[in-house]
Protein backbone atom coordinates (compact mmCIF):
# COMPACT_ATOMS: atom_id res chain seq x y z
CA UNK A 1 0.00 0.00 0.00
CA UNK A 2 2.87 2.14 0.08
CA UNK A 3 3.89 4.84 -2.64
CA UNK A 4 6.07 7.06 -2.84
CA UNK A 5 5.96 9.99 -5.89
CA UNK A 6 9.39 11.79 -6.92
CA UNK A 7 9.46 14.91 -8.88
CA UNK A 8 11.08 18.19 -9.80
CA UNK A 9 13.37 16.52 -12.06
CA UNK A 10 15.01 19.07 -14.88
CA UNK A 11 17.94 19.76 -17.36
CA UNK A 12 19.73 22.06 -15.45
CA UNK A 13 23.39 23.82 -16.14
CA UNK A 14 26.25 23.41 -13.97
CA UNK A 15 26.43 25.38 -10.95
CA UNK A 16 22.70 25.20 -10.91
CA UNK A 17 19.98 24.20 -8.20
CA UNK A 18 17.00 21.97 -8.24
CA UNK A 19 14.62 20.68 -5.63
CA UNK A 20 13.69 17.68 -5.64
CA UNK A 21 10.47 16.28 -3.70
CA UNK A 22 9.47 12.23 -2.62
CA UNK A 23 5.51 12.39 -1.32
CA UNK A 24 4.40 9.53 0.38
CA UNK A 25 0.74 7.96 0.39
CA UNK A 26 1.31 7.69 4.53
CA UNK A 27 3.13 9.46 7.31
CA UNK A 28 6.95 9.77 7.41
CA UNK A 29 7.23 8.70 10.90
CA UNK A 30 6.35 5.08 10.20
CA UNK A 31 9.53 4.26 8.51
CA UNK A 32 13.13 4.34 10.33
CA UNK A 33 14.80 6.20 7.48
CA UNK A 34 13.99 8.33 4.27
CA UNK A 35 16.71 8.40 2.14
CA UNK A 36 17.82 9.58 -1.58
CA UNK A 37 19.83 7.35 -4.40
CA UNK A 38 20.59 8.24 -7.45
CA UNK A 39 21.54 6.14 -10.35
CA UNK A 40 23.64 6.97 -13.60
CA UNK A 41 23.72 4.86 -16.84
CA UNK A 42 25.70 2.11 -16.90
CA UNK A 43 26.62 2.82 -13.24
CA UNK A 44 25.49 0.56 -9.95
CA UNK A 45 22.78 2.50 -7.56
CA UNK A 46 24.24 4.84 -4.97
CA UNK A 47 23.40 6.53 -1.80
CA UNK A 48 23.02 10.31 -1.67
CA UNK A 49 21.25 11.51 1.50
CA UNK A 50 19.14 9.92 3.98
CA UNK A 51 17.01 11.64 7.62
CA UNK A 52 15.79 9.10 10.33
CA UNK A 53 12.23 9.84 11.63
CA UNK A 54 13.90 12.17 14.36
CA UNK A 55 15.16 14.51 11.70
CA UNK A 56 18.76 12.99 11.76
CA UNK A 57 20.36 13.44 8.47
CA UNK A 58 23.57 11.74 6.85
CA UNK A 59 25.03 12.76 3.47
CA UNK A 60 27.23 10.82 1.13
CA UNK A 61 30.60 12.74 0.24
CA UNK A 62 30.22 12.73 -2.77
CA UNK A 63 27.09 15.52 -2.05
CA UNK A 64 28.37 16.80 1.39
CA UNK A 65 28.31 20.22 1.37
CA UNK A 66 26.10 20.71 -1.68
CA UNK A 67 22.62 18.36 -0.96
CA UNK A 68 20.67 19.32 1.76
CA UNK A 69 17.66 16.65 3.01
CA UNK A 70 14.41 18.22 4.73
CA UNK A 71 11.38 17.16 5.22
CA UNK A 72 7.62 18.29 5.98
CA UNK A 73 5.71 15.92 8.07
CA UNK A 74 2.53 17.59 6.84
CA UNK A 75 2.63 16.78 3.50
CA UNK A 76 4.29 13.68 4.27
CA UNK A 77 7.10 15.00 2.09
CA UNK A 78 10.99 14.60 1.67
CA UNK A 79 13.12 16.58 0.02
CA UNK A 80 16.56 17.38 -1.80
CA UNK A 81 17.66 20.36 -2.39
CA UNK A 82 20.35 20.49 -4.65
CA UNK A 83 23.15 23.20 -4.99
CA UNK A 84 26.46 23.46 -7.22
CA UNK A 85 25.15 21.02 -9.84
CA UNK A 86 27.99 19.50 -11.14
CA UNK A 87 28.11 17.19 -14.60
CA UNK A 88 28.50 13.96 -12.32
CA UNK A 89 25.28 14.57 -10.77
CA UNK A 90 23.26 13.47 -13.71
CA UNK A 91 21.47 10.66 -13.00
CA UNK A 92 18.04 9.20 -12.09
CA UNK A 93 17.09 10.28 -8.31
CA UNK A 94 15.37 7.32 -6.50
CA UNK A 95 13.25 7.78 -3.20
CA UNK A 96 13.23 4.75 -0.49
CA UNK A 97 11.18 4.29 2.74
CA UNK A 98 13.26 1.63 5.16
CA UNK A 99 11.34 0.24 7.82
CA UNK A 100 12.74 -2.66 10.12
CA UNK A 101 11.45 -5.36 8.15
CA UNK A 102 11.13 -3.92 4.91
CA UNK A 103 11.64 -0.89 2.18
CA UNK A 104 10.01 0.23 -0.64
CA UNK A 105 11.17 2.57 -3.95
CA UNK A 106 9.38 5.59 -5.34
CA UNK A 107 9.72 5.20 -9.44
CA UNK A 108 12.21 7.59 -9.93
CA UNK A 109 13.06 11.09 -11.83
CA UNK A 110 15.38 11.99 -13.80
CA UNK A 111 18.34 15.43 -13.33
CA UNK A 112 20.59 15.94 -16.06
CA UNK A 113 23.05 18.84 -15.54
CA UNK A 114 24.80 20.35 -19.28
CA UNK A 115 25.88 22.97 -20.57
Known amino acids: QVQLVESGGALVQPGGSLRLSCAAS????????MAWYRQAPGKQREYVAGITYVGSTNYADSVKGRFTISRDTAKNTVYLQMNSLKFEDTADYYC?????????WGQGTQVTVSS
Open 26 to 33: GSIFSFNV
Open 96 to 104: RADRVSQHY
